[in-house]
């Protein structure tokens, strides 16, 4: 709330925040007030980390302005990019302006890598290797984690769900938001290979579905390539990429 004083002086305003802020916590089947931090979900919640982390940036940038030294952060979540340094100092300065902030790191979810190995960040993977154009250089690729993949599928199947009512295009157009939303969140990525087996999981989802609504045996359905389905407006998850 000091924060946020700092840039608004109007009573209601101050006072319509700070009513934002008490929210209930539920834990062990018991319901209490909380007195720190944001309610999780809350439309302000992310508006207020910002201006929180907001001192982490400006601190940042003042104590490690060098060229090969980045912060890349959206929310709480942060990547630090060092370049040919050792990351232990600067890991022992994020965590005494964290401390400064009465914040942690998630041990969990925190940890020192070489790009080499790659990392994930909102959901994108981040490896950087031989560039296929140049093999005398390297350029860091990105695409879809394995955790996106996994609930992207999960979405799909229940989408497709055991419903054998409605026709193939009712699903269809059902399914179609749900593929051009995660499209278009990967669209500019190196993201060509994943996009493949996304249509190929739909497609063979879709076959499946069709296939038990008609009663149709195994040997004597007639499959539906992805040509087929795209032609029924099916969206084509691939050849939608800003990259190659």
Same mark, same amino acid.
């Given at each position: ?15 319509? @925040? %700070?009513?934002?802020?008490?929210? +209930?916590?539920?834990?062990? &089947?018991?319901?209490?007030? +909380?007195? %720190? ?6 439309? @302000? ?9 907001? *001192? ?11 060229? &090969? =030294? ?20 600067? #890991?022992?300065?994020?965590?005494? #302006?964290? +401390? ?9 979810? /925190?940890?020192? =890598?070489?790009?080499?190995? !790659? ?6 993977? #981040? ?6 154009? +140049? ?9 879809? =984690?394995?955790?996106? #993949? ?7 199947? $229940? ?23 995660? /499209? ?8 060509? @290979?994943?996009?493949?087996?996304? &249509? ?19 040997? %004597?359905?007639?499959?539906?390539? /992805?040509?087929a389905l795209h032609t029924q407006r099916l969206y $084509?998850?691939? !050849?939608?990429?800003?990259? *190659?």
């Open positions: 709330m000091n924060l946020i004083k700092r840039r608004i002086r109007d009573k209601w305003i101050i006072r319509l @925040i %700070k009513g934002w802020l008490i929210h +209930s916590v539920f834990q062990q &089947d018991k319901t209490s007030l +909380s007195n %720190k931090g944001t309610p999780q979900g809350s439309v @302000i919640s992310p508006l207020l980390a910002n201006i929180y982390l907001h *001192s982490l940036d400006k601190y940042w940038r003042q104590h490690h302005n060098e060229w &090969d =030294t980045q912060m890349v952060r959206y929310c709480d979540d942060f990547v630090i990019l060092i370049r040919n340094k050792d990351p232990l100092p600067y #890991m022992e300065s994020l965590k005494q #302006m964290l +401390s400064r902030l009465q914040l942690t790191l998630s041990e969990e979810k /925190t940890e020192i =890598t070489k790009s080499e190995k !790659g990392f994930n960040f909102l959901g994108v993977r #981040m490896l950087l290797k031989k560039s296929k154009k +140049s093999r005398d250089k390297k350029f860091c690729y990105g695409f879809p =984690t394995r955790k996106s #993949m996994t609930e992207l599928r999960n979405k799909i199947r $229940k989408e497709i769900g055991r419903d054998y009512q409605p026709s193939l295009a009712h699903k269809i157009n059902y399914l179609n938001p749900i593929l051009r939303g995660w /499209t278009n969140y990967y669209n500019w990525l190196n993201s060509a @290979i994943q996009f493949r087996k996304i &249509d190929q999981y739909v497609a063979r989802k879709l076959n499946i579905w069709n296939r038990v609504k008609h009663m149709a045996k195994k040997r %004597k359905y007639e499959w539906l390539s /992805t040509k $084509k998850v691939s !050849g939608h990429l800003c990259y *190659s």
